[in-house]
């Protein structure tokens, strides 16, 4: 059984669900960008492979883009299915870059040890505000995240008492007060899939009725056509079909939006960094191609696109460290 | 193309034709039974026996032994540790040389009476002493890379400024480190329990400190992760359930006895993952327990037995968690060390470490060695091997109490982001969703394809018979990807607002059929004379057409008239149905399209090939068309229709990509044709490409595709044998 022509089919899915999918970036705050405009060097060229996130996987395609419009003989092919799929492929060399929506696991860690004796390097290269997506007719104001929780989990770690399974629990009336919620969520392989369910099931199980999704742009596209729907996602993916709830860490606390200014003073509850993965032998320089890739996915330009595709961008002195590592 | 019309060129033409066919055929029986080999040896690891061997056995000095010790040793199991009453000491496990290193001055004439880890993977360690004082320590070995890309590994020792809680030895505690105020649960003399909350980075540390209630015959403590759960062993055999939320006064919530026996608890201890609790007793006793919502008020808790592990013959003196995964080490007073897993009940690994009392017990961090530490002060050093420890046959497909849950269930949930999830392999759900989704698929496609094959075989004018037939062929020619892609997007959406009107259509699409035919019936010859017999039928599409489009506009009246405008609710309240979205019906009626130009094509060959002249004799005898179908022509060709519907269920069975797309892919057991399932096919083409190769996810995935394979070779088998069963019977002969 080959399951490389089923790896193409969801590929060519997740791209026709883009299609769909009218993207809008955030405009409601326009964050500083950071970093220094991109310095080309001279004798890059080769290809490169990308495999992982599926969040990433626009944003992967954009510094693609960017960076071939910097080196002409460079090629780059990035495909993205969720971050599971990242560290297999770093180990089994078959790509040179693992973006990756979640830390690696120790496990994974130990299987790419057990290959190369010391451990993969992390950038992080962009923030994620994970948001909550309901339906555009839908007027929740915001959610706390123990109620997130009873709405999606069967273990209710967040401490809330009793599950919701109708959006009336939640504080609607009239006609939605009797609904049940429709959950919609990512497959397992996913990074989203794991960070929320660390963050907001404090690693309590999912219901087994949260349809899992193959990308963020079916779960939001799903979520559009549901209109009794909720799920989550990489705030990346918001179309105007959808909305995003704003979140309270705690119940009782006021409900915040999902912005960079909320994210950058963690008042927002789910955020996260935004990983590359890559095989950087201790005591070693990375192959010329991949370093000029990571410069510029930390340059003006590469940040740039950070913001275009809907993400926020990182901050000076992180992007300062990271430029140090990686000569 | 030219015959060679030689009689030796055809007996070679012949005899090549021949040999060609025969190894077609005997390649096609040694690849399908490749595959079954291949999926056999892929799967076959799962069920291999656990195995253990001891590697090294070190002599350390014995006066270590003298008190309460703790065990660790690095991921890479180079060097161990052991932080003892008598002081601390690293081991070089490759050489077997003590590591030397700067004694720390905190410890230096401090005699340590308790010692605890504070739990997950952390290296950080506190120890309670005869004087009342705690010391905060990380304790571990750094590895780091030289600049030639050397690994270099070094112990490192870090201690906290002692802080003073109480007066007089502390002889049992349990800690859970947070920044800026650690937990600390403290037994003491005359049992005494002081709670603490400790700032460690703060240099006088103390934050608040309170005594709890004393409970009398205390032996050992342990808080849990989320530090509202405080349980306390007794020498009666009781385990006592404080509740903490929020510093409210510390509440009994709960007393419960271990053993029928009330033999005393020796200790208390967490799997990984900190919530659920192992109960040792000093009859050798191993139980673990978890917390339920109470049936009466959901927002309190009740403490629960959920497994019972094999019990030791002799007290139980040491424990220790695995890292990872729900498997514990226990040991006990004779020198015996078991190697249990919580969730199957399986006591995987028992080994005989001489007849020294065991002072400590470690589970290297990857889960691939224990050591021991006995009074001897030997140091025993076991490879295990025990690569699947969650898979077994029971885990596979029965119920299983999972950790955290209130009862056993079937669960599919396999992957987090964290390590110290337990996947949850249960197939039960997948094996049904699998079912499910091939029994409304069926349902649907088996009467419209066999209807339809009767029709265009027996009554349709043969000139369309022609077309219709390739045209439906051409149905199978569809991508399901394309299928699954318009089912889970257009159809699933269109299916939830158009409800009513479609259930409105199944009224009234037979009824305006059998007014038409009556109509027909009745209508004078000069009327119904011109059209040839066979396509009069052809006049009911704009009849058939005309009833969905009415049923389509009177959408909303028929909600209004039959579900009280709000079918939805009207499901959940006459039938408790939650009409999910994404449900059966959907891929029911997708997937039926599917396989539909399957079962038709053959069916429609079976009826065709039955023999003219049979038929003509039938209708010669006085039978009319409806009883020569019924009972000439149908019996004649059950053997071809039987493989008809065979082979669209085996078609079903495997079909992925409508399912991956439609279904939701939500592991549920649920009959209800509103609600969705998820698939073993559908589930392996999600979850094959994160599986890490050679791990249990990968080879339960492949134990699920050996499922499917044997199911499918089963049905083609048992059809087989039908078939000629029914040819025998009903031949044309």
Known sequence: ?327 | MTMPTKPRWRAVVDRFAGWIITVGGLATIVSILAIFFFLLREVTPLFSAPSAKLAQRLTLPARLADGPVVLGVDDRRTVAYLLTAGGLLFVDLRSGQVVPIDMPAELKGRRLTALAHSGGQATRYVAGTAEGDLLFLKMGVSSTFASNGQRITSPVIKVGHPVHVVEGPITDLSYRFAEGGSRLALLLERQQLLLAEIDESAPQGMVRKRLAQPISGATSVALDATLEHLYVGTDGGRIIHLGLVNGEPDVIRGSYEVTPSSEAITRLAFLSGDRSLVVMTSGGAVSTWGLVRRTDDPSLWRLQRTHELESHAAPIVAYAPSQRVKSFATADASGRIFVHHATSEKTEIRLSNGSSLIMALAIAPKGDGLLAFDALGHLSVYDLHNPYPEVTFQTLFGKVWYDGYERPEHVWQSSAGSDDFEPKLGLMPLAFGTLKGTVYALLLAIPIAIFAAIFTSQFMHPNYRATIKPIIEVMAALPTVVLGFLAGLWLAPLLERLFPAMIGMTLAIPLVVVASALLWHFLPPRFTGGIAPGSESLLLIPIIAAAIGGCLWANQSIEAALFGGDYKGWLLNAFGIQYDQRNALVVGIVMGFAIIPVIYSIAEEALTNVPRSQIAASLALGATRWQTVVRLVFLSASPGIFSAIMIGFGRAVGETMIVLMAAGNTPILDWNWANGFRTLSANIAVEIPEAPQGGSLYRVLFLAALLLFVLTFAVNSIAEIVRQRLREKYSHG
């Not at chain 1, 309270?248 to 993965?277: C, D, M």
């Open chain 1, 1 to 327: 059984m080959s399951h490389c022509p089923r790896r193409l089919t969801i590929g060519l899915i997740s791209l026709a669900m883009l299609l769909f999918t009218l993207r809008i970036s955030t405009a409601a705050d326009q964050p500083n960008i950071q970093g220094q405009p991109y310095q080309k060097t001279s004798g890059i060229s080769g290809a490169i492979n990308s495999i992982g996130s599926d969040t990433l996987n626009n944003l992967m395609t954009l510094w693609a883009e960017g960076f071939r419009r910097q080196y002409l003989n460079v090629k780059i092919q990035v495909e993205g299915k969720g971050s599971s799929t990242a560290p297999p492929a770093l180990i089994g060399s078959t790509a040179q870059l693992g973006p990756m929506s979640r830390q690696m696991k120790s496990s994974e860690i130990d299987a790419f040890e057990a290959k190369f004796g010391y451990p993969p390097t992390a950038y992080p290269v962009a923030v994620d505000a994970l948001a909550i997506f309901v339906n555009k007719d839908n007027p929740v104001q915001g959610l706390s995240l123990p109620q997130v929780d009873a709405m999606f989990s069967k273990s209710r770690r967040q401490g809330h008492p009793s599950d919701l399974t109708k959006w009336g629990q939640v504080g609607l009336a009239g006609e939605w007060a009797n609904t049940p919620i429709s959950l919609y969520g990512r497959n397992s392989a996913s990074g989203t899939y794991g960070f929320f369910k660390e963050h907001a099931l404090k690693n309590g199980d999912f219901k087994d009725q949260v349809k899992e999704q193959p990308g963020s742009a079916s779960v939001v596209q799903g979520i559009t056509e549901d209109r009794y729907a909720a799920g989550y996602s990489g705030i990346g993916y918001v179309t105007s079909g959808v909305k995003m709830v704003p979140l309270a860490a705690k119940s009782g606390q006021p409900f915040v939006e999902p912005s960079l200014e909320n994210t950058k003073n963690g008042t927002y509850p789910l955020w996260r960094y935004l990983y590359i993965y890559v095989n950087q032998a201790p005591g070693k320089p990375l192959s010329p191609i991949v370093r000029e890739f990571l410069k510029y996915v930390y340059s003006r330009e590469g940040q740039a696109d950070v913001v275009k595709d809907g993400y926020f961008p990182v901050d000076a002195p992180l992007i300062e460290r990271q430029l140090a590592a990686i000569k």
